[in-house]
């Protein structure tokens, strides 16, 4: 059974930074697209950030240059690596599944609640 | 970027009628080379991660009742839901995948 658990949200102040985790069981991590998405407080979905099974990288331009992403293939696990955030980061940070490359989201976590606030 | 853009931004449908959604992107994302329409559907249920409905602007995700259809081409997509359940009560988004990723507002589903 396809499972992504994400971990590492929080409370964090403007210019901080975070590393959100997701880690993938029954299927790799390694041979799919992963992205993450999120989804701010009351509304709509934004996609953040995908990483390409051969390790391609790219990010939504509100969040380049501050965000990276990346993976432990050994680990079986997906990483979203956040600085200098800032208060319309505040979301849950989903990550998802590709269905193949640029492709339908076809696996969600349940999401971790990143907050930037004074 | 494409933009996508839902309508309504809320319904209230009775239980037992059709429920219709529409989203219309800001340029074509039917890929002529494969004539697929690079079109989603998902399902957010309160408190939940969205989940996968429909692909291909009208292919059915396994496991997906099949009273949600999905339609359209080009820049006018359409999700139907025939005989609305009171399970059926969420957010949908629509996503194009064409271009990058980009997500509708959302169209909030009540039962009336």
């Known amino acids: 059974e396809v499972q992504l658990v994400e971990s590492g949200g929080g409370l964090v102040q403007p210019g901080g930074s975070l590393r959100l985790s997701c880690a993938a069981s029954?299927?790799?991590?390694?041979?799919?697209?992963m992205s993450w998405v999120r989804q701010a407080p009351g509304k709509g979905l934004e996609w953040v950030s995908i990483i390409y099974s051969g390790g391609n990288t790219y990010f939504a331009d509100s969040v380049k240059g501050r965000f990276t992403i990346s993976r432990d293939i050994s680990k079986n696990t997906l990483y979203l690596q956040m600085n200098s955030l800032r208060a319309e980061d505040t979301a849950v940070y989903y990550c998802?599944?590709?269905?193949?490359?640029?492709?339908?989201?076809?696996?969600w976590g349940r999401g971790t609640l990143v907050a930037v606030s004074s | 970027d494409i933009v996508m853009t839902q309508s309504p931004d809320s319904l209230a449908v009775s239980l037992g009628e059709r429920a219709t959604i529409t989203c219309k992107s800001s340029q074509s994302i039917l890929f002529s080379s494969n004539n697929k329409n690079y079109l989603a559907w998902y399902q957010q249920n309160p408190g939940q991660p969205p989940k996968l409905l429909i692909y291909?602007?009208?292919t059915r995700e396994s496991g997906v009742p099949d009273r949600f259809s999905g339609s359209g081409s080009g820049t006018d997509f359409t999700l139907t839901i025939s005989s609305l359940q009171a399970e059926d009560v969420a957010v949908y988004y629509c996503?194009?995948?064409?271009?990058?990723?980009?997500f509708g507002q959302g169209t909030k589903l009540e039962i009336k």
């Open positions: 998802a599944r590709n269905r193949g490359n640029w492709d339908p989201l076809d696996y």
């Open positions: 291909w602007a009208s």
């Open positions: 996503q194009q995948y064409y271009s990058g990723y980009s």
């Open positions: 029954g299927f790799t991590v390694g041979s799919n697209y």
